[in-house]
Every structure is written in C-alpha cells, then in structure tokens.
C-alpha cells in the first residue's frame, strides 16, 4: 500500500481531531458518513464549544457511544478554545489533556497532521504485529508501540501506522486473513507457523 493514508475524511486539524474521537470503536466508514453534516454545523472549535453535548449527539446519534463521545467532543472545543488559542497541539503531552484524546488518537494527530515520528496503535495495528511477528510477546498498545518505534525507522513511523491498519483491514482480517493475497507471506511469522 504505497500511498497508505488514514481513510478519514477531513480538511484541517480540527476536523481530524473531531472524526478520530469518533473512530474509537467505530468504522471510519461510518464516521465519514456522519461528519459532513457535523461539520457543516459545526465548522470550527468555537462553534462546538458555543453548543452543548446534546445538541452535539443529534449528530452522532449513530456513532458508536454518542453520550459520552457527544461530551468529549463538546469538552475537547472547550478546551482548545480556551487553553490552545483554538490550536490543535502538535505535542503528544498535550494532546492527550483533551476530552476524549488518548495516546492512540494523540499519535495519529502527531503523525497526520504535523508529520512528527508517532506511531498509533489500534487494534489493527496491535494484532498485525504480533501475529506478523513485528512484535514478540507485548502486552499493551504502549508496549507494542514502543518495540515497533524501536526498530521502524523514524522516517517511516508515520506511514506505517497506516500500512499496519489497511493491511490489518483488507488483507491480514482477524479471523481470515487472505494469506493467498498477502504481499508479506514470506516475511510473516503466521504464515510459516500455519500455512507451510
């Protein structure tokens, strides 16, 4: 996947920031769906911090867990308005003082946005590198974080955070992964362990 990139739809920081707190536990494809009327209302932080969580649910009502993404979302505007000049940081630390921003959805603003050596590691990105043997034994998205960083080279760690998701979403599946089609049979440690 040479031009592998986050299959988000956005046009700046802010927007970005918005469609990943609503990708925790959800399809990109379904929030894709439902921001283009979310932003529309809601074009920018102030915006959404002049409104409330429950009129911000009326819009995500078929995202996965809108009460409590509605309220981060609503809290996150809140603050970059207030303590960011209405800046989306660019610093992992800081990003993850923000409602409903984790280290996952820190590293992916790290990396999409500002183009800084973060990696995010979701559930694709954590079962592809264990069951591909990018990562022995970890334990934790941080620890899977920390052995990938140490030996993907920094030039790389943005992308392949995205060749580790699209792979993980098309080609290595959970339960059936299409070995037959994969472009890595030969380097992958599943694949010598159950298929030869």
């Not at 995202?63 to 979302?73: D, E, G």
């Amino acid at each position: 996947m040479p031009d592998a990139e986050t299959e988000l739809v956005y046009n700046d920081p802010y927007e970005l920031l918005v469609a990943v707190i609503l990708s925790a536990q959800c399809t990109d494809k379904r929030v894709n769906m439902v921001t283009p009327e979310l932003f529309r209302r809601f074009p920018d932080a102030h915006s959404m911090a002049a409104s409330s969580p429950e009129e911000i649910f009326r819009y995500i009502r078929s995202i996965s867990y809108p009460n409590n993404k509605a309220k981060h979302l609503h809290g996150m505007a809140n603050m970059l308005v207030n303590d960011f000049g209405n800046v989306v940081p660019k610093d992992v630390n800081e990003l993850i003082k923000l409602p409903g921003v984790g280290r996952k959805t820190a590293n992916v603003i790290a990396s999409v946005v500002y183009d800084l050596p973060a990696l995010a590691v979701d559930t694709h990105v954590f079962r592809v590198s264990a069951r591909i043997g990018l990562t022995t034994n970890a334990k934790t998205p941080l620890e899977t974080e920390r052995q990938l960083m140490k030996y993907i080279p920094q030039e790389k760690l943005a992308i392949a955070h995205h060749w580790l998701i699209l792979h993980g979403r098309y080609v290595c599946l959970a339960r059936n992964p299409k070995c037959s089609s994969c472009g890595i049979i030969g380097w992958c440690k599943y694949s010598k362990k159950n298929l030869l």
